[in-house]
C-alpha cells in the first residue's frame, strides 16, 4: 500500500475534471480524496502501488476533453488510511485556474440532439461537462452558473438532478440547460411556422438574409449556393469585394467546393472549429464567395449550428457588423442596425457576455498558422518563455490585440479589429478588463507600440504605469521568437505595410538583427514616395506612378492633368513608406492597371491570386547607405514595364524577384547563419512565405514562422510582452 499526492495544473476547472478523478479512483479501487487548489486540482491516493501507477498514466491519457493538463507532479507521502474516494470542499479564495474557451457539441450531446427519444432533441443549447460555451459566458470568477450569462435560468428538477450527480456527464455543467429551463430561440420575420427554427430555414431557402444570433457574437447568413443571395448580402451590407466565409453540414459537403487534407479536416472538425482557408478545386469556381484561390470553410460549431446545416447545407456565415465596427452581441441593437440588412432574426435569450469572433488560419506546413485567433482559443494562454507577471502589452493598431502576463503565461485577447473606432476601443477596454478579473492580473508595466497617434499607445500611456515603448517591427520578430521559444540573436525578414522607424518615418520591409531585448536595422527596402500620404495607400495608381517615374519609362493611370499635378507634388513628397505592402500595391497598380483598392491588404491579396507559376523572375539590385543595405526596386519595376508577358505571369515574377531579394539580402546580412524569423502581415502572403522559407532552407538557413499567433499586428502584443521582460 502507497500514498500519492499528486497536483494537477492548466485547464482543470469546470471541465469535470474531479468527476473523472473520482471514477478513475473507483476503476482503480484506490481511496483518498480530491479538491480544487489554488493552481489546479489536488489528488490524494491510496492503494497497491500497480494500481496507483495505472492511475497516474490514465490521468494523462483519459482526461476529459475540454482539459489541458500543464503538469502533473506525484511525491510518495504517508499513508492515511482512507475508508473511500471522495470529492471535497474546494479550497477557498483560489482564483488561480485557468477558463476553458468556448467549444463545439460533443458526440454524446451531438447524438442527443438528434435523438427524438432524448428530451434533449433538437434543444439548439443542449451541451455538457465536455462541450459548450466557456468564455462566451463568463462574467466573474470563479466559473459558477452565478457568475455566467445562465444565471437567469434556473435549473429545472431534471436538469438540478444531471447537475449534482457526480456520475453524471453534466455534473456541475455550469450552462446545463433543458427545454423546460433553459434559453429559447426567438424568430422576428414574415414567415409564419409554428417553429422559430423552422421560419429561420424556410427563410435562407428562399434566398433571405437571416442574422443567427451564435456563440460569441451574430451572424448574417445566407444560402451558400445561391448567387443571388450572396449579391444581396454584399450590397447590403456594403462588403462588395471581400471573401465570404461558408459553414458546411460537414466534410463530405466541404469536399465540393475544396480539397482538404487529413490536417485540414482534422482541424476543421476540432473541438475548436476554426475557419480553415482551403483550397478550392478550381481557382475560377465560387468567385461570388472568393475572388482568390482559397475559400474559408468551417463546420457547425453550435447546437444551433448543427440543426440550421441538417436542411441547409451549405451556408454564408459572416460576422454581423457594420463599418469595420465589433461584431454585433445584442438582441436589441442588432435588431436595429441590421433592420435594413437582414430580413429576418433568429436570437436567443442566452445574452453573450463577452463578444468572440470566429477564428481563422490556413494549414502551412501541417500546422495551424493563424490569421485570427479568437473563438476555440481565447482565453487559453501561451506558454512563454520568462516570467512575464504584471505586464499588459497594449497591441498596435490596425488589428488590436493586447496581451496580460501572469507566471509563464500569455493571455491573449479576442479578436478586436481596427482600432480607429471608438466601438472598437470599447470592446477592447472591456474584453482586457475582463481577462484582468478572470485571472487575477494587475498591470505593473505597459508595454505599447513608438507610433504616437495609435489609440492603443495614448491608452498606455493613460495607465500612468512605467511604459516600455517598442518599435513596431522588432515586437513583430520578438513576436515569432517568443512564438517559437527562441532567445538566441536571430534575423528577422519582417515584412508588413505600416510601421512607425526609429527615424520617424514608416517602416515595411525590414532586415533586423537582434534579439528580445534589441535590435539593429540592418536592410530595408528603399523608401517609396507616398503621393498625397496616406490617400496613396488607397489610390494605389498614386504608387505605381511614383515607382514608375524612377525610372525613365512612363505610364498612364490617371487622367492627364491628375498626373501632371501629381508629378508636381512628387518632386517634393514628404511622406515615404519602405513597406512591403506598399511595393505590392504599386506592382498590382502598375500590372493591371487597377487605380484603387477599397481596404488596405486588397492588392497584395489579388497579386497573389493572380500569378501562375513560370520560373522566370526581375533583376535586383541593391544600396548601402548609412550600413543599412536597401533593395533597389528601380531595376524590377522597369523590366516589369517593359514585360510584355501576360499580366498572371508577371505577378508570379514580381514574387520571385521579392523571393530572391529576401534570400539575397539573408545571405548579405546574415552571414553567421542566425536562426531566420518570417513575421509581419506581409507572411499572409503564401507565395512569399513558402518560396522564402525554402529558399532559405536551400541555403543551410534554420527558419521560424508563426505557430501560435497571427503573422499580422494581431500577434504583435505577445511580441511586445516578451520584449518588456527582456527590458523591466
Ligand atoms: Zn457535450
Ligand atoms: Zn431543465
Ligand atoms: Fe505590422
Redesign the pocket.
Known amino acids: 500500500m502507497i500514498h500519492i499526492q499528486i497536483h494537477v495544473s492548466g485547464i482543470v476547472q469546470g471541465v469535470g475534471f474531479r468527476p473523472f478523478v473520482h471514477r478513475l479512483a473507483k476503476t482503480h479501487h484506490l481511496m483518498g480524496v480530491c479538491f480544487n487548489s489554488g493552481e489546479g486540482v489536488e489528488i490524494h491516493v491510496e492503494g497497491s502501488e500497480t494500481s496507483v501507477h495505472a492511475f497516474l498514466s490514465n490521468l494523462q491519457t483519459q482526461a476529459p476533453a475540454l482539459a489541458q493538463i500543464q503538469k502533473i507532479t506525484a511525491t510518495e507521502g504517508p499513508v492515511q488510511a482512507y475508508s473511500s474516494f471522495e470529492i471535497i470542499e474546494s479550497q477557498t479564495g483560489s482564483h488561480e485556474t485557468l477558463i476553458a474557451a468556448d467549444i463545439a457539441p460533443c458526440e454524446d450531446c451531438v447524438r442527443e440532439l438528434l435523438d427524438p427519444q432524448d428530451r434533449r432533441y433538437r434543444y439548439p443549447f443542449i451541451n455538457c461537462t465536455n462541450c459548450g460555451p466557456r468564455y462566451t459566458i463568463i462574467q466573474d470568477i470563479p466559473y459558477d452558473r452565478k457568475n455566467t450569462t445562465m444565471s437567469a435560468f434556473s435549473l429545472c428538477p431534471d436538469c438540478e438532478k444531471e447537475y449534482t450527480d457526480i456520475t453524471n456527464r453534466r455534473y456541475h455543467a455550469q450552462p446545463n440547460a433543458c427545454k423546460c429551463c433553459g434559453p429559447q430561440l426567438e424568430y422576428i420575420g414574415n414567415s409564419t411556422l409554428n417553429d422559430p427554427l423552422k421560419n429561420a430555414i424556410q427563410d435562407l431557402k428562399q434566398g433571405k438574409i437571416v442574422a443567427i444570433k451564435g456563440i460569441g457574437g451574430i451572424h448574417l447568413a445566407c444560402d451558400a449556393r445561391d448567387p443571388q443571395a450572396i449579391r444581396r448580402l454584399r450590397q447590403r451590407k456594403h462588403r462588395e469585394t471581400k471573401p465570404l466565409a461558408i459553414m458546411v453540414k460537414d466534410l463530405e459537403t466541404a469536399k465540393e467546393f475544396v480539397r482538404l487534407d487529413p490536417i485540414e479536416e482534422k482541424i476543421l472538425n476540432s473541438p475548436e472549429r476554426p475557419i480553415i482557408l482551403c483550397a478550392k478545386h478550381d481557382p475560377q469556381a465560387c468567385q461570388d464567395l472568393s475572388h482568390t484561390k482559397e475559400l474559408g470553410i468551417f463546420l457547425p460549431y453550435s447546437p444551433l449550428h448543427i440543426l440550421l446545416l441538417q436542411e441547409c447545407t451549405a451556408l454564408v456565415m459572416t460576422s454581423a457588423n457594420l463599418h469595420d465596427l465589433p461584431v454585433l452581441i445584442d438582441n436589441e441593437e442588432a435588431k436595429e442596425q441590421l433592420k435594413d440588412i437582414a430580413d429576418s432574426f433568429l436570437l436567443h435569450d442566452r445574452p453573450i457576455e463577452n463578444r468572440c469572433d470566429d477564428s481563422l488560419m490556413r494549414i502551412v506546413n501541417q500546422a495551424p498558422y493563424f490569421i485570427r485567433r479568437s473563438r476555440g482559443y481565447v482565453p487559453l494562454p501561451l506558454t512563454t518563455q520568462e516570467d512575464v507577471s504584471g505586464i499588459l502589452a497594449v497591441g498596435?493598431h490596425?488589428k488590436g490585440s493586447f496581451a496580460l502576463g501572469k507566471d509563464h503565461q500569455a493571455f491573449l485577447s479576442p479578436y478586436i479589429g481596427n482600432m480607429e473606432n471608438l466601438e472598437t476601443f470599447a470592446h477592447y477596454h472591456k474584453a482586457l478588463k475582463t481577462m484582468e478579473r478572470l485571472f487575477s492580473i494587475t498591470p505593473s508595466l505597459v508595454a505599447c507600440d513608438l507610433h504616437p497617434d495609435y489609440t492603443a499607445t495614448q491608452y498606455a500611456q493613460s495607465l500612468n504605469l512605467p511604459l516600455v515603448p517598442i518599435q513596431?517591427?522588432h515586437a513583430?520578430m520578438a513576436s515569432c521568437m517568443e512564438d517559437n521559444q527562441l532567445h538566441e540573436p536571430c534575423f528577422g525578414i519582417?515584412w508588413?505595410?505600416?510601421?512607425w522607424g526609429e527615424d520617424q518615418t514608416i517602416w515595411?520591409s525590414e532586415f533586423l538583427i537582434g534579439d528580445l531585448n534589441s535590435y539593429q536595422r540592418c536592410g530595408s527596402i528603399l523608401p517609396i514616395p507616398l503621393l498625397g500620404g496616406e490617400k496613396a495607400i488607397h489610390e494605389i495608381a498614386r504608387i505605381a506612378l511614383a515607382m514608375s517615374w524612377q525610372t525613365d519609362k512612363e505610364i498612364a493611370l490617371l487622367e492627364d492633368s491628375t498626373q501632371e499635378n501629381l508629378k508636381k507634388i512628387g518632386r517634393h513628397a514628404s511622406v515615404f513608406s519602405s513597406g512591403m505592402g506598399r511595393l505590392l500595391d504599386g506592382f498590382y497598380s502598375l500590372i493591371t492597371k487597377k487605380t484603387h483598392q477599397t481596404y488596405e491588404g486588397q492588392a497584395p491579396v489579388a497579386l497573389e491570386a493572380m500569378a501562375k507559376p513560370v520560373a522566370k523572375r526581375y533583376p535586383t539590385a541593391y544600396q548601402t547607405k548609412n550600413k543599412i543595405r536597401y533593395f533597389d526596386w528601380t531595376p524590377m519595376v522597369k523590366a516589369c514595364l517593359e514585360d510584355t508577358d501576360p499580366q498572371e505571369y508577371k505577378a508570379q515574377k514580381i514574387h520571385n524577384t521579392l523571393i530572391q531579394m529576401a534570400i539575397e539580402q539573408t545571405c548579405a546580412l546574415n552571414p553567421d547563419h542566425l536562426p531566420v524569423i518570417l513575421s509581419?502581415?506581409c507572411f499572409q502572403n503564401q507565395i512569399l512565405l513558402k518560396g522564402i522559407i525554402s529558399g532559405l532552407k536551400k541555403h543551410g538557413y534554420r527558419v521560424y514562422w508563426h505557430r501560435r499567433v497571427s503573422c499580422?499586428?494581431e500577434g504583435?502584443a505577445l511580441g511586445q510582452l516578451a520584449i518588456a521582460q527582456k527590458r523591466m
Open positions: 498596435a490596425q513596431h517591427h513583430h519582417i508588413d505595410g505600416t510601421g515595411g509581419g502581415g499580422t499586428d504583435i
